[in-house]
Nanobody, 115 residues
């Protein structure tokens, strides 16, 4: 069973940084495309960034140049470094495979950016 645990969220001022972690079990991150998604209140969940099995990275336009996705194969963990945070980045952040595994959505980690 695929299990994904997100952590690293918190409250930060606009312009600040956070680093999110996604620890995976039941799935090998280096063999799959893994993405970070987010959902703000009243909005649908959206894809923020993903890293392919080959290690290539892709970003939504609204985070390009500010966020960086990476992975540690030994730790089976995917990270999201978020810099220059904006109030609009406030959301619950989740990780999942691409395509997403419906039963594997975790609790997510809350990111709140104060302006």
């Amino acid at each position: 069973q695929v299990h994904l645990v997100e952590s690293g969220g918190g409250l930060v001022q606009a312009g600040g940084s956070l680093r999110l972690s996604c620890v995976a079990s039941g799935i090998t991150v280096r063999l799959n495309a893994i993405g970070w998604y987010r959902q703000a209140p009243g909005n649908q969940r959206e894809l923020v960034a993903y890293i392919s099995a080959a290690g290539t990275t892709n970003y939504a336009d609204f985070v390009k140049g500010r966020f960086t996705i990476s992975r540690d194969n030994d730790k089976n963990t995917v990270y999201l470094q978020m810099n220059s945070l904006k109030a609009d980045d406030t959301a619950v952040y989740y990780c999942n495979r691409l395509p997403a595994i419906a039963k594997s959505w975790g609790q997510g980690t809350q990111v709140t950016v104060s302006s």
